[in-house]
């Protein structure tokens, strides 16, 4: 698993210091929508390869070439079990979930319906509405023989892990998908490259892939305008090599993006990376091997360990799948040990030494007004500030008392009053505010 385990880290390390920050949220994006769980057994050891030369890739391009790319990705033919599809023994499993999860969406499934009854699409009447069992069943025979080079009984040699199209295990019949008849004895991997082309160019496709786009950048209940606009572009652009470009370019200069401040919640991913990019974290440089480990141990407890979701359908993208009591207090637990923890006796996050670097005099009101800029970009409800202020002031006065730079006994009080403790847990405090989770 140490390749799937490495690509998680690196996913920490990308989003905390990469300075392509919408790349990064692109490819979580798509990571979550091609779901393949990173340590499952088979798909781990080369998960490398599908994030790195799968979605990191195709992340702006072009989404039916991405949608190909899966398909022959050795994660995802051994996640879905396409590996093992054989015209002598069908697997649907990839087939199903392409269909339903990855192009057209489970609202469009008709069950068990004839194909030939399926009413033709308002948009484009060349498509049918809808997709039933028997479209299940004909794609997953158009990808029967797509597979992989693991060392088969048949092919003892060939076992380098790479994808392998194996035409004898292919079904070569006549197939009956979405509407449009394909020929027997077609050439090599035509079937299931036709069935893509379908997919790629069909409306309800292009409207369900913009539907999760402005979900995931705007808000968690899509605006119908927004998404009618956004699919138009989809299918205009659907074979050009910047198309998933053009879509975002078109959702991130709307209006509704200027105004969707609040609209969405930081799951407990991205909450962990803003507040280590807020903070100055060096993970790079201050998480020793251990240190790492415990990193990533506590961060399972949140739910949100990256491609750890265990179904296909990704990590889920609205807030009330976030909301409950063990995934906001586990973030809040992680969030409080990103100021308090420590590796050799330095804190993970500087706090100190950026306090020092940019607050000239410690009153409470200086330290709280810094720390509020610095990590929400402005100044939270009154209320909230007040409640900051009277907890870092403590027995002084907010505005005029000094607060010493130091750790030593304070004999004002008849208790101990870490001033650098204190300073940490303030920053924690407003790490926990709504403000700062989009709560």
Sequence with gaps: MRPAVEVQRASFVRAVHSQRQLR???????????????????????????????LRQHAFGNFRAM???????????????????????????????????????????LGFTDPFDIPPCPEDPTFPSGYCDIDVYETAAAFTGWTVKDGHWEFPSENDGNFVYRQAWHDAGPKFVLGKLLNPEQPAMKDGRDVLDRLAAHPYVARFICTKLVRRFVNDTPDPSLVTSAAAIFRQHWQSADQIERVLRHILTTGAVMNSWGYKRRRPFEAMVAAMRAMGCDWTLRLGHDK?????????????????????????????????????????????????????????????AVTRANVASWTANNLVDYWCGRLLGRLPTPARRQALVAFMAQNGAAASYVIEDTDAWNGNDLKRHYNHQRLRSMVSLILMSPEFLGL
Excluded at 32 to 51: C, L, M, Q, R
Excluded at 294 to 323: C, K, Q, V
């Design 24 to 54: 990064e949220l692109a490819v979580n994006f798509w990571h979550d929508h091609f779901n393949v769980t990173a340590t499952e057994g088979e798909a781990g050891p080369v998960y490398v390869h599908f994030d790195r030369d799968v």
């Design 292 to 352: 790492s480990n415990e990193f990533m141990w506590r961060m399972g407890y949140t739910g949100h360990l990256p491609y750890e979701w265990p179904a296909p359908n990704g990590y889920p993208d609205i807030a009330s799948a976030w909301s409950g009591s063990n995934s906001q207090a586990m973030t809040w637990k992680m969030l409080n040990w990103l100021t308090e923890t420590s590796d050799t006796g330095t804190p993970l996050a500087p706090i100190l």
């Design 67 to 109: 949608l190909e790319a899966v398909a022959r990705s050795t994660s995802m033919l051994y996640y879905l079990d396409n590996a093992d599809n054989t015209r002598a023994g069908p697997n649907e499993n990839f087939a199903r979930e392409l269909l339903e999860l990855h192009t057209m969406g489970a609202e469009h499934y």
